[in-house]
């Protein structure tokens, strides 16, 4: 039987990333996965192709409606070929889940395919791919498991029209009418994609704006640039059935005076949310405790109450995201290495990537208002910025929220070009407790989109901006 300083259970961003930090601190790694390939959801069939498939399908937008505004003339039909964009969505799935085996290669990690299950509390039973298996005992081990797609108890998937995040990356063809179940991230990126590509594109959504767990004020610039985008939106409207018949999906709902609406499409995604994922783990064989929905108890230091196993990710409390199992996972790693981490989960920031994108970090201003915290708000407009004029991307804005007392920037808040990779600098000046005044009195090169934020910084700094 092999033995092993830790086992980490899922290959997902939290588990490989888990597995490098250990084997870098000098502990003897085995990163055990169900599936033939590394990466998990996020690099398989989540965030990876689904920014693949984004980013397509804008080139293929931009060349039908964008391309005539800068001078570039197409002869002939723009044509489209979702074979050959799908094909290209799984080079760039296949050539990222290779780059996790070169790194676990380098980092001397042992990497065995199959269904991991707790025999113990130190012992493993792996069921290999190839039919044989396997026990290995383990000081440590890392439960990073992932999630899975929900639904809703009354659907049925059968996954050929009624579908999931899964399947709607993998089509055979442009659905004529795309119907939505969510209209949180999954299911807004999805529907831009389709959209762009010429489906018609219908959102339902229980709650009474699409992204509410962000701030209100970018559900309400997202929304208004989305329907400008041709999408449909029935908001604070609850589900009541979905049935097929042939080709067609019919999905009826109510709204708040209980008025049904029925809506037909050839496709339906079911996009409400994500599960923690444990089947097969058989973590009672160990002891672990498993909470009423369904996610790994751990405590502050991401331990199990069996103290030598721990959890991360989707598989525990807090954010499905991919960047908030990463750090969970070296935060693991540096715990088990006598180390002390920390982890703010304040500042681990959200992003939707549609076009015009959305991130956020900190608190938002509803979030502000429920806690009776006293605050300034200075906002700025992408639209004022030379850079969006000369780029076209003129949606969206920079909000900043700070301490009425103290200035210390408690919330940023954006929606435009690039603003993914902008929310960065918003993470960094929270980290060090930057105050509004400090950001506004940082030199932000010109032209670039990044001037939104020293310019929302001095919104919320007496409310002086340079250009707006």
Request: charged share 25%.
């Amino acid at each position: 039987m092999n033995s092993y300083d830790v086992a980490v259970i899922g290959s997902g961003p939290g588990g490989y990333v888990a597995a490098i930090r250990c084997a870098q601190l000098g502990m003897k790694t085995v990163l055990i996965e169900k599936y033939s390939t590394l990466g998990g959801t996020c690099l398989n069939v989540g965030c990876i192709p689904s920014k693949a498939l984004l980013d397509s399908s804008h080139h293929y937008d931009d060349a039908l409606k964008h391309f005539e505004n800068h001078g570039i003339e197409i002869t002939g039909d723009v044509k489209i070929s979702l074979e050959k964009m799908i094909a290209r969505k799984d080079t760039v799935v296949s050539q990222t889940t290779a780059g996790i085996d070169f790194l676990m290669k380098k980092n001397k990690i042992e990497v065995i395919n199959g269904m991991g299950s707790f025999k113990d509390s130190t012992h493993i039973l792996i069921s290999k791919l190839d039919g044989t298996s396997e026990e290995i005992e383990a000081k440590s081990t890392i439960i990073a498991t992932g999630s899975k797609p929900s639904s809703l108890p009354f659907i049925t998937l059968d996954k050929e029209r009624i579908i999931t995040s899964t399947e709607a990356l993998k089509l055979k063809e442009i659905p004529k009418h795309l119907v939505i179940i969510g209209g949180g991230v999954i299911g807004l990126e999805l529907g831009q994609v389709y959209r762009r590509l010429g489906a018609e594109v219908s959102v339902i959504e229980y709650m009474d704006r699409i992204i509410p767990t962000m701030d209100k004020a970018q559900s309400k610039e997202l929304a208004k640039t989305f329907k400008k985008q041709g999408v449909k939106f029935f908001l604070s409207h609850k589900v009541a059935g979905v049935t097929t018949n042939g080709d067609q999906v019919t999905v009826t709902a109510h709204d708040k005076k209980d008025k049904e609406v029925s809506i037909t499409g050839d496709y339906c995604l079911v996009s409400v949310g994500r599960k923690p994922y444990t089947k097969g783990l058989k973590v009672e064989n160990a002891g672990v405790k498993i909470n009423e929905r369904g996610q790994v108890e751990v405590n502050d230091q991401l331990q199990t109450n069996i103290s030598n196993i721990y959890a991360i990710g989707d598989v525990i409390k807090g954010p499905m995201l991919a960047h908030k199992a990463e750090e969970e996972g070296v935060f693991v790693a540096e715990i088990l290495s006598g180390q002390k981490p920390h982890i703010d989960y304040n500042l681990i920031p959200g992003v939707v990537y549609t076009w015009p994108e959305v991130a956020s970090v900190g608190k938002t201003e509803e979030q502000l208002v429920e806690s009776g915290i006293s605050y300034k708000s200075g906002q700025f407009p992408m639209r004022a910025l030379g850079r969006s004029r000369a780029s076209g991307d003129t949606d969206g804005f920079v909000k900043i929220l700070s301490d009425t007392n103290t200035d210390e920037v408690l919330g940023v808040h954006m929606v435009g070009a690039r603003v993914a990779d902008l929310i960065a600098e918003a993470v960094v000046a929270m980290e060090f407790k930057a105050s509004a005044e400090d950001i506004s009195r940082m030199s932000h090169a010109h032209p670039t989109y990044a001037e939104a934020i020293k310019e929302a910084a001095l919104a919320a700094t007496d409310n002086r901006p340079l250009h707006s």
